[in-house]
C-alpha cells in the first residue's frame, strides 16, 4: 500500500536534486510526479498528468454513486411496470443499475477533468511562484525515512503532508 506525499521545492535545481536523490534510495521515477507552471520543468523530468492535477478521479466515483441510485430507480419502474416474466425485471434492473453507474461515472469524469485537483489547492500559489510541487508515492512502510531524509538534507523544502489513499492506476 502506497501514500502520496508532498513537498513543495523552490525551484527547478532543487527538483532535479531531490529526483536524484530518491531514485539513489530506490524509488522508482514512476512514482515521482512534478507539478510546475506550464514549460517550467525539463523534459525528463517526469510531471503530474490529468489524474493527478484534476479531480477526475473522484469525480468518476460521485458520478459512479449518483448514477447508480438513478439506475436503480428506473430499475425499480422496470418492477413497477414489469416486462413479461421475473427473470427479465431482475435483468432489466440489473442493466439499469449498472447502465446508470457507467453513464454518471462517464459524465461526471467528463466534467471534473476541467476541476483543479482538491488535493493540489493549497499548493496552487506557490506552483504560480515558480516553485515546483512534488508528489511521490512510497510504500507504507517507508513514509517516515523519506520524510526525515528530506527535511535533513533540504532544510528549504517545505512537506505539504500525506495523502491517505493514493488509487492504484496513477
Not at 506525499?5 to 535545481?13: A, C, G, I, K
Not at 478521479?57 to 449518483?66: F, P, R, S, T
Not at 422496470?78 to 459524465?107: C, K
Not at 476541467?114 to 512534488?134: C, E, M, N, T, Y
Request: glycine letters at 8%; a negative charge.
Amino acid at each position: 500500500m502506497r501514500r502520496r506525499l508532498y513537498f513543495m521545492l523552490p525551484d527547478v535545481s532543487s527538483a532535479r536534486a531531490m529526483l536524484d536523490e530518491l531514485v539513489a534510495v530506490g524509488i522508482e521515477q514512476r512514482y515521482m510526479h512534478f507539478c510546475a507552471r506550464e514549460g517550467l520543468l525539463a523534459a525528463d523530468m517526469p510531471e503530474a498528468n490529468s489524474l493527478q492535477k484534476t479531480d477526475l478521479i473522484h469525480g468518476a466515483e460521485v458520478g459512479m454513486l449518483i448514477g447508480g441510485i438513478s439506475g436503480l430507480l428506473a430499475g425499480g419502474l422496470w418492477l413497477i411496470f414489469p416486462p413479461e416474466s421475473m427473470e427479465m425485471r431482475i435483468v432489466a434492473l440489473l442493466v439499469s443499475a449498472i447502465g446508470g453507474a457507467l453513464f454518471g461515472s462517464w459524465m461526471s469524469a467528463n466534467a471534473a477533468r476541467s476541476i483543479p485537483s482538491s488535493r493540489l489547492q493549497p499548493f496552487l500559489l506557490d506552483i504560480d511562484a515558480g516553485k515546483v510541487l512534488l508528489m511521490v508515492d512510497v510504500p507504507f512502510r517507508q513514509i517516515s525515512d523519506i520524510q526525515q531524509m528530506v527535511s535533513k538534507q533540504h532544510p528549504e523544502i517545505h512537506f505539504g503532508g500525506v495523502d491517505p489513499h493514493v488509487p492504484v492506476f496513477i
